[in-house]
């Protein structure tokens, strides 16, 4: 009888459908980036990173540095593309492309930073991800393993009820009458015979229809540590947009001018773009508000996930995801939006894990 294959874990499939998406942006990319690279602005930007410390130390041209770009962007390609069909053979449960892929993953991140953007890196990281636990077990054939039960409590032992010094308050059946045995040889004349119980404290039967002792209470199966952190990364990243927004706007607020010279210092297309400093003011206000109140209504979800809400959870999830894509189009432009963007994925991977989908609070 041929022996089941072992069903796919759910980490596997994340992580190959990343790997496989992730590689056709990075060449789209690519191609942007090459097409880019004779434009009078990249001219520019290479002339002036050259100009200054410490482009300036490096003893080469505008040209061998435009060379140098098209070359790791050529890397950069050819990685992703081998990348995106690796990804659908780590579906076929294919081991030799998994340790292809890990091969690749060094140059793809390290050429990538400059034309593949964080999608690179995004890869990079779906391929370390194939060989964590349960992904390990089901690349070498193996069933998964169980999650470990807690320790079973000791239930504890029957007390028996305290003697009662007269009759319970539910009327008792009716007493019997005690027996006297026959008078043994040797009694003293005139002496009460002994009866049956003598010396011994009277015992009444327990009221009808009450259990001798309370039953021990089930004990549901511990909270899972993935579920623990998963809450904790969202509150501390909600806590510190909600910190950074707020603080944002009171500067704004505050000093608008010195806000607005710095801007338009850093971006100086936008002092072209038409829009006046009320309006970048008005919609700086607006997505604080937006972004706070989503913030607040995800640590609600965390909460109520965390005291095991099944609906909570999903909302988590759902949350986090459309939190992801907002970070991916954006961390081009700011690569401070790595870090959230880092605790939004982990996020991702501990609510997706099957001892959080299992488990449920105690009852």
């Given at each position: 009888m041929s022996e089941t294959e072992p069903l796919r874990p759910r980490q596997v499939t994340f992580a190959a459908w990343m790997i496989m998406a992730g590689s056709v942006l990075v060449l789209v990319s690519v191609?942007?980036?090459v097409a880019g690279l004779q434009s009078l602005e990249t001219r520019e930007r290479i002339e002036t990173f050259l100009s200054e410390p410490p482009g300036d130390g490096l003893g080469i041209g505008a040209n061998a540095v435009t060379d140098l770009l098209r070359t790791l962007a050529l890397v950069t390609g050819g990685c992703a593309a081998a990348a995106a069909i690796l990804g659908y053979q780590v579906l076929q449960r294919s081991r030799s492309a998994r340790l292809v892929l890990s091969v690749l993953a060094v140059p793809l991140f390290l050429a990538g930073m400059t034309s593949g953007g964080f999608?690179?890196?995004l890869v990079a990281a779906a391929s370390v991800m194939l060989w964590f636990q349960p992904a390990r077990d089901w690349f070498d054939g193996k069933a998964p393993r169980p999650a470990p039960e807690p320790p079973p409590r000791p239930v504890p032992a029957p007390v028996a009820d305290p003697p009662q010094s007269g009759p319970p308050l539910s009327g008792p059946p009716a007493p019997v009458p005690p027996t006297y045995p026959a008078p043994q040889q040797g009694a003293a004349p005139g002496a009460p015979p002994p009866y049956v119980g003598f010396g011994e404290a009277p015992s009444w039967p327990a009221a009808p229809?009450?259990?001798a002792y309370a039953p021990a209470r089930t004990a549901g199966a511990p909270r899972p540590q993935a579920l623990i952190w998963a809450c904790a990364l969202t509150w501390t990243i909600c806590a510190l947009v909600t910190v950074g927004m707020l603080l944002t706007s009171?500067?704004?607020?505050?000093?608008p001018d010195a806000v607005f010279d710095?801007?338009?210092q850093q971006n100086p297309d936008l002092a072209d773009a038409g829009l006046s400093r009320t309006t970048l003011t008005t919609a700086v206000f607006v997505l604080t508000g937006i972004f706070g109140l989503w913030c607040v209504a995800a640590s609600v979800f965390a909460a109520l996930a965390f005291r095991g809400t099944a609906w909570a959870r999903t909302a988590l999830l759902v949350s986090a995801a459309v939190a992801t894509v907002l970070l991916v189009l954006t961390?081009?432009?700011?690569?401070?939006?790595?870090?959230?963007l880092?605790?939004?994925?982990?996020?991702?991977?501990l609510l997706l894990r099957p001892e959080v989908r299992a488990w449920r609070p105690r009852g």
């Open positions: 191609f942007e980036h999608m690179s890196a229809g009450m259990p009171a500067v704004l607020a505050a000093s710095e801007l338009y961390v081009i432009g700011n690569i401070a939006m790595v870090i959230p880092a605790a939004c994925l982990g996020a991702i991977m």
